[in-house]
């Protein structure tokens, strides 16, 4: 029996942010209810699947999870009771933002078996918050974080952005340093881009903001890289720090290229060789579920050569990087010889290091991965 990780796609927010490009519509609870009733009816035509595979992992994602109701919550935790079955799960996370989250909330998240909290916090600057169009303020990280621990949480994440608009290096040290402070058990730390669509990206276009300054974007992940490791957080993902043991083993299953299933609107799946997506549309979701239909808008047939060009992509993101000998497992060749090229050009680049057993990053290409990831996409 396979493991896979499940990923539940909830797709409200009290506001969207002025950066996000994820799937996301405003709360409304005809609209949450519809999409609650659709979620059940996808769970149901993924039966099969559900019953014969190790669910390893779930992580309810959005959006924003917590924004539901107590009482809207308990429909979706109800799901999750009926219709999956969780006792290979070692890892349920779910996503909240300071501001909507609730004793009873948070009870209820304990009660069905959430045991991994992923908190928004973005910035400790009440105008950085604004600008990014957040819709808490810095004491309400305080309480919100106060709150989860008081609940009993004992694996807590903590969102970062840096690189944002008029935000100085001093600033992104002092959120650093009050996050470290708080002591969560894992930092995920993610530079701004501003994504075709969102309202960042017009307002950039039109000169309302600054365009980012890659200098001040190195620096602030190098001061991140520098601060991190003398709290104890191990850098063991681009973007992800935790101590041993504590990783998010999650967004791991992606890292490994393992497969993975998602399940709302706009969700993405993969089986390793196969990889679909649902419509981010609500009303086009539910209309195919409505039909009897999986809603499914997307599938894609990967190539052996795009299935070894993503998992070298997605095994280089971990500071371990990939190894050599599950690599001719998967796809009976070794890496070194079958990238004989682009693996002698990157390493005279100084961003690619290559022992007997492993293929990683080296402190330069962790600076320049995408740069990197170019040299192993196909064509």
């Not at 002025?18 to 009733?37: E, I, M, N, Q, T």
């Not at 604004?130 to 305080?142: F, I, N």
């Not at 807590?156 to 959120?175: C, G, H, R």
């Not at 997605?314 to 998967?330: A, D, H, P, V």
């Amino acid at each position: 029996m396979k493991k896979i990780g499940l990923y539940i796609h909830v797709p409200f927010c009290v506001r969207k942010c002025y950066y996000c490009d994820f799937v996301s519509f405003p709360h409304h609870g005809d609209k949450v209810r519809a999409y609650l009733a659709g979620l059940e009816r996808e769970l149901e035509l993924y039966h099969h699947l559900l019953t014969t595979v190790k669910i390893s992992t779930i992580y309810l994602g959005g959006g924003t999870p917590s924004c539901l109701s107590p009482a809207e919550l308990a429909v979706l935790f109800a799901l999750l009771d009926r219709h999956i079955k969780r006792e290979h799960c070692l890892e349920m996370t779910m996503e909240c933002n300071p501001g909507t989250i609730s004793r009873a909330k948070l009870q209820a998240m304990k009660a069905v078996g959430v045991n991994r909290v992923s908190l928004g916090v973005q910035a400790l600057q009440d105008e950085h918050l604004a600008r990014l169009g957040r819709t808490h303020k810095l004491a309400e990280v305080y309480q919100s974080y106060e709150m989860i621990r008081r609940a009993g949480f004992k694996n807590v994440n903590i969102d970062l952005m840096f690189a944002l608009p008029y935000q100085t290096l001093k600033e992104w040290e002092t959120t650093l340093t009050g996050i470290m402070d708080l002591e969560p058990e894992h930092i995920s730390l993610y530079n701004l881009v501003f994504e075709k669509g969102t309202q960042f990206y017009h307002w950039q276009r039109d000169k309302r903001l600054p365009p980012i300054d890659e200098e001040l974007d190195l620096a602030m992940y190098q001061l991140a890289l520098d601060l991190l490791p003398l709290a104890g957080y191990r850098q063991y993902e681009i973007s992800s720090f935790a101590p041993r043991g504590l990783e998010c083993r999650h967004n791991l299953t992606y890292w490994y290229n393992e497969p993975y299933l998602g399940l709302g609107p706009g969700a993405h799946s993969s089986s390793g060789k196969v990889r679909w997506a649902n419509a981010g549309s609500l009303e086009e979701y539910l209309a195919a579920l409505q039909g009897g239909r999986k809603p499914v808008v997307e599938r894609e047939e990967l190539s052996v050569e795009l299935q070894r060009a993503e998992t070298i992509i997605l095994g280089l993101r971990l500071k371990e990087g990939l190894g050599r000998q599950s690599f001719r497992e998967r796809f009976q060749g070794d890496i070194c010889s079958i990238y004989a090229k682009s693996m002698a050009k990157l390493q005279g680049q100084g961003l690619l290091k290559v022992t007997p057993r492993r293929v990683s990053l080296t402190a330069k290409g962790l600076l320049f991965a995408n740069q990197v990831f170019l040299e192993f996409l196909p064509g």
